[in-house]
């Protein structure tokens, strides 16, 4: 069993699902750092529970290179596995267990590059930046976002190693979620005409959200490179009612937009804002809709020309780029620090959120020879 495997298989055993704690997890990789002599900070949470770890080997006066990933992941409730999602299962070339692909896989290979690296004369400094709540909108790693830019040097690049099978992915969209209170006048059903009922101005909005959406994939800014080339909007939760004999006063729908870089998501909450108050004004004055942002993160967009790309390339000998459907925290590392990024890790999306979730043992032993050569390159 090689060194990643080894960790793999104790980060897959931790139930770091988001929201929940993180520090086990991270009290682990912090004994494998100490073990090797290595120096890391932790960032987050003021109770200790959830918590950043970010890990430095060699010179500190020089800009390095990220191995960035984050620690949580997705529920395994209401899922049908056929194996203990918590425990890893190695099987005909597969390694089963919740997180393996997204993104313990990658957590495993850094976190055994990082101590390969400590017996090493690195000329450029390898750090390690382990985030927390990645998977509720890349809220955990604003807070160690925020220490490191005091820091005198930046990083020179950054690698967010979601699950790309290794490919050179340079964008992904932008995330706005949002959640529109749509709020009306309850009475008895039998007088439902003397009520607003909450879930028909809900049903209006939704239709905004579609008449918009229609508009954009019509006419809107276009971008190839990605599966759905325009933004889009989405209506994911509705939350509205109570008893079939009352009009309801209240529905919230949770939606969000996905948008292009080269789209502001502003511009397009304005124009739903807009709709919003010509959907009012055939309600009475009491009914409202009011839409409040919850959570945001920025798009990626590195140009394929990019020094970091032609590094990145040299270590996975690729000759293309992509864009994935995903976000990831790379757009945050561009934007607070600006780092120049891309994404590139072992494992498919398309086992990732899945009962079942796996990685192919091929996949994690290429990312290991990828970030030998990484090492290779930071000691040149």
């Not at 003397?194 to 800014?221: C, V």
């Not at 009612?241 to 502003?266: H, M, W, Y």
Request: one cysteine or more; aromatic letters at 6%; hydrophobic letters at 40%.
């Amino acid at each position: 069993m090689s060194r990643s495997l080894e960790i793999l298989d104790a980060l897959v055993a931790f139930e770091t699902v988001s929201r929940r704690p993180n520090a086990e997890l991270i009290g682990y990789l912090c004994g494998l750092l100490d073990d090797h002599g290595i120096a890391y900070e932790l960032v987050g949470e003021a109770d200790g529970s959830r918590v950043n770890l970010f890990a430095s080997v060699g010179p500190a006066e020089r800009p390095g290179v990220v191995l960035s990933g984050h620690t949580d992941v997705v529920p395994v409730e209401g899922q049908d596995w056929q194996r203990a999602p918590f425990r890893l299962t190695a099987e005909a070339g597969r390694l089963y267990g919740r997180g393996t692909t997204d993104m313990k896989g990658f957590l495993a290979c850094a976190m055994d590059a990082a101590l390969t690296a400590a017996g090493r004369d690195l000329k450029m400094p390898l750090h390690l930046a382990f985030s927390y709540d990645e998977e509720i909108g890349c809220v955990g790693v604003r807070h160690l976002l925020d220490h490191l830019a005091d820091k005198p040097v930046k990083p020179r690049f950054c690698i967010v190693g979601e699950p790309t099978e290794l490919a050179i992915a340079t964008g992904h969209k932008g995330k706005t979620a949002l959640e529109a209170d749509c709020r009306g006048k309850e009475v008895h059903s039998a007088l439902a005409p003397q009520g607003i009922n909450a879930l028909h101005l809900a049903a209006d909005f939704i239709q905004l959200l579609r008449r918009t959406q229609a508009e954009i994939a019509e006419s809107g800014a276009r971008d190839g490179d990605y599966d759905v080339p325009y933004s889009t909007l989405h209506a994911g939760v509705a939350k509205g009612g109570t008893a079939l004999n009352i009009v309801p006063n209240r529905c919230l729908i949770a939606f969000e937009i996905r948008n292009l870089k080269s789209d502001d998501p502003q511009a397009i909450l304005a124009k739903l804002e807009r709709g919003t108050a010509e959907i009012l004004k055939s309600y009475p004055a009491e009914a409202d809709i009011r839409i409040t942002e919850t959570n945001s993160y920025p798009g990626l967009d590195t140009p394929p020309d990019a020094e970091v790309v032609a590094f990145i390339k040299a270590l996975t000998g690729a000759n293309s780029t992509n864009k994935v459907a995903f976000g990831t925290e790379a757009g945050l590392f561009d934007r607070r620090l600006g780092v120049p990024c891309v994404v590139c890790g072992p494992g498919s999306m398309a086992q990732g959120h899945k009962p079942d979730e796996y990685i192919a043992r091929s996949q994690l032993a290429a990312c290991e020879a990828m970030l030998a050569r990484l090492l290779e390159r930071l000691c040149a």
